[in-house]
């Protein structure tokens, strides 16, 4: 079995910011690409952040300027670091990973998500 356990979210200002953190535990063979997506009610779940195990990554243009997302391969984890915090920015967050466990195909996995709020 694969885990994936997020951490970070919260209340904050407009302005502020915020630092997520999602660590991916179990079974593992080899873990590929890891990114955050985040859904906001009423809204379909979007991409915000993807970071490649050899560390290339992407983002919506969106969030580009704002959020940094790395990671950290010795512990699993991936982490997204978000400033400038917009009221829209409120969601959902939830972190993503396509893992390779032994002998068997790659398998995305998600997390259980971790509610962002900005107040403005």
């Known amino acids: 079995q694969v885990q994936l356990v997020e951490s970070g979210g919260g209340l904050v200002q407009a302005g502020g910011s915020l630092r997520l953190s999602c660590t991916c535990s179990g079974n593992i063979f080899v873990l590929n690409t890891m990114g955050w997506y985040r859904q906001a009610p009423g809204k379909q779940r979007e991409l915000v952040a993807t970071?490649?195990?050899?560390?290339?990554?992407n983002y919506a243009d969106s969030v580009k300027g704002r959020f940094t997302i790395s990671r950290d391969n010795a512990k699993n984890t991936v982490y997204l670091q978000m400033i400038s915090l917009k009221p829209e920015d409120t969601a959902v967050y939830y972190c993503?990973?396509?893992?390779?466990?032994?002998?068997?195909?790659?398998?995305?996995?998600w997390g259980q998500g971790t509610q962002v709020t900005v107040s403005s």
């Open positions: 970071i490649t195990s050899s560390g290339t990554t």
């Open positions: 993503n990973a396509y893992v390779r466990p032994p002998y068997t195909p790659i398998v995305n996995y």
